[in-house]
Every structure is written in structure tokens, then in C-alpha cells.
């Protein structure tokens, strides 16, 4: 009895109020029991798109220089409008996709062009101290260029660095209106790089609507070649399997090829040392005869069946 009563005092000192209500806390014996070697979360909601990431855009101080900013923005949100309003009214869609046919998406001849790319590394986060930079090369393509440094911080926190990071700007409408690029009608994605010998991941963000399915991304691995000679890589859309947070997942799906928010580059094969990747442009074409959509089956097991019983 006597440890009863001990216990309920005990309950009631750790006592902690929520817009719900008034419910006992855990004790400090059963926080300590909690040891995860990765980063813990006990609840599902999403607080952010960027998972706590710096957005890197700064603020102005002061009143008058954020109504010049948004003059300034705005300008630029009706000439997008405009065009908009030029595409509904010529309504001059693609009607037939040959085969075989490339349909570039992004080349990187001009300067313009590294625009619509937002390029990171972990030392942009001070999870590292790798490096990276996206420039037009001396043959007027584009390059990728850096450092790759594994070693990891010693703060205590981080346990894994090493990674450089190419991305495509969130594609929109005017008025900073979310929008998505549709690849539905093509089969395969197509791209002219010259690598140095070194593994990529290519990932193509599906972003949802809900908050669980924001870092939804399919990826697949780019294996290049070293030497002067330019590549052709034709990858099937269906190879592309699904990953969030860089885990790959246990079911897979198809990849939505008409939701697509983001594509990127990344490298991050922890081999410490330079990396370079040139890159010529990158499309997508259509193939009448590929008529898979993913290539991972799935199986799923009856409950309570056991192999090899």
C-alpha cells in the first residue's frame, strides 16, 4: 500500500496540461529507457516542407523595402499571368509523341539557364564540409562540379555527411501558385553527361498535398564513365523505385509522372574527393513497345504463413 501511495505522488509532481486536457508525464526511468540511433519523431504531422531547413531567402527589415520587393515581385507575377493567358488562348498542345523523339526539359548553354537550379551540400547546413558549385563549363554545357568530404561534424549529432545536391526550383504558376510537370506521355528519361567514373542518384519529387507525402521521391542510380567521351543514359521511368527521407520504402508503387514538383542530382557515394559532372541537357522521350510500369513486384504474405513449414 505504502508503494502505491508513493507511486501516485510521483505521478502527480510530473503532471503536464495540453489543449486537450491534463495527463500524467513519464517518469525520467522511462525517458532514459529511449535510445534510437537515428532521428526520433513520435508524431506524424509535419510541421514543415522543408523538415526544419533554412529557406536561405532573407527578409527585409524595414516597411518601405518590403512594398518595393512586392512591386517589384509583382511585375514580374503579371507578365507570368500574361503568358499564361497567351498559352490558353493558342491552345496548341503536343498531339502525337514519336518515338524516339527527345523532348528536352532543361539545357544548360546559357547562363540564364542555371537559374531554375538551386544547388547544396552539407556545409550549407553545417552538417559537413563538403562543396559544390553549378556553372556553364569551357564547351558551353553544364557543370557540377566539387568536393565530397565524408568526415563527420563532431557536435555530438550528426552521424552521417558527405552529399551534393542539384535541384530544380518548385515549378509554379503566377502569383507564386503551386503548379506540377506532367511526363505522363513519356516512358523513358534522356540524358547527354560526361561523368568521371564516379555512382549518381537522379530523383524525381512527387510532392503530395498532404503533409506525409512532401518528401515522397523515386530515385534511381546514374552510372557514368570516365574520359573525354560524352554518354547517352536512357533510363525506363519504371526503374525508378520510391524513397522518403532517403529510406527507401517497403511498398512500392508506380511513379505518378503527372505530379512531378522536383528534379535532382545528387552524389554521395562516400568516396572523398573531387567530382565533376557535365551535363548537356535533360529530356524525356516515348517508347510505343515499354508498357511496364514498375519493375518491384509485390507480394503480399498471409497472415500467419511461415516459410519453409
Not at 97 to 108: P, T
Amino acid at each position: 500500500m505504502q508503494r502505491v501511495k508513493i507511486l501516485t505522488v510521483v505521478l502527480s509532481r510530473n503532471r503536464w496540461k495540453d489543449p486537450f486536457g491534463i495527463h500524467p508525464a513519464m517518469t525520467d526511468w522511462t525517458r532514459r529507457r529511449r535510445v534510437h540511433t537515428s532521428c526520433a519523431t513520435f508524431e506524424f504531422h509535419e510541421y514543415d516542407k522543408r523538415s526544419g531547413y533554412d529557406t536561405g531567402f532573407e527578409i527585409a527589415e524595414s516597411r518601405t523595402e518590403r512594398i518595393r520587393l512586392g512591386l517589384k515581385q509583382l511585375k514580374k507575377e503579371i507578365e507570368l499571368w500574361k503568358n499564361e493567358m497567351k498559352e490558353v488562348l493558342i491552345s496548341d498542345p503536343i498531339l502525337d509523341y514519336r518515338a524516339g523523339e527527345v523532348d528536352v526539359f532543361w539545357r544548360f548553354h546559357e547562363e540564364s539557364s542555371l537559374d531554375h537550379w538551386i544547388v547544396t551540400s552539407d556545409s550549407d547546413h553545417a552538417e559537413g564540409f563538403s562543396n559544390c558549385e553549378l556553372k556553364i563549363s569551357h564547351q558551353g554545357c553544364g557543370l557540377f562540379h566539387g568536393n565530397l568530404c565524408s568526415r563527420v561534424p563532431k557536435d555530438g549529432k550528426i552521424q552521417n555527411s558527405g552529399y551534393c545536391n542539384m535541384i530544380t526550383k518548385r515549378v509554379s504558376k503566377s502569383f507564386q501558385r503551386d503548379s506540377f510537370l506532367d511526363w505522363s506521355p513519356y516512358t523513358h528519361l534522356n540524358l547527354r553527361l560526361r561523368g568521371d567514373g564516379r555512382s549518381y542518384l537522379i530523383n524525381i519529387h512527387v510532392s503530395g498535398q498532404f503533409d506525409i507525402m512532401w518528401n515522397d521521391v523515386f530515385t534511381f542510380v546514374l552510372y557514368t564513365r570516365g574520359g573525354p567521351y560524352w554518354q547517352t543514359t536512357r533510363i525506363p521511368f519504371s526503374k525508378f523505385f520510391f524513397a522518403s527521407k532517403g529510406r527507401i520504402q517497403d511498398k512500392q508503387a508506380p511513379l505518378p509522372l503527372y505530379r512531378v514538383t522536383h528534379f535532382g542530382i545528387t552524389v554521395s557515394d562516400k568516396s572523398d574527393g573531387p567530382f565533376q559532372l557535365e551535363l548537356d541537357y535533360i529530356g524525356a522521350d516515348f517508347d510505343p513497345t515499354h508498357h511496364e510500369e514498375t519493375a518491384y513486384e509485390m507480394y503480399e504474405v498471409k497472415q500467419n504463413y511461415i516459410v519453409g513449414t
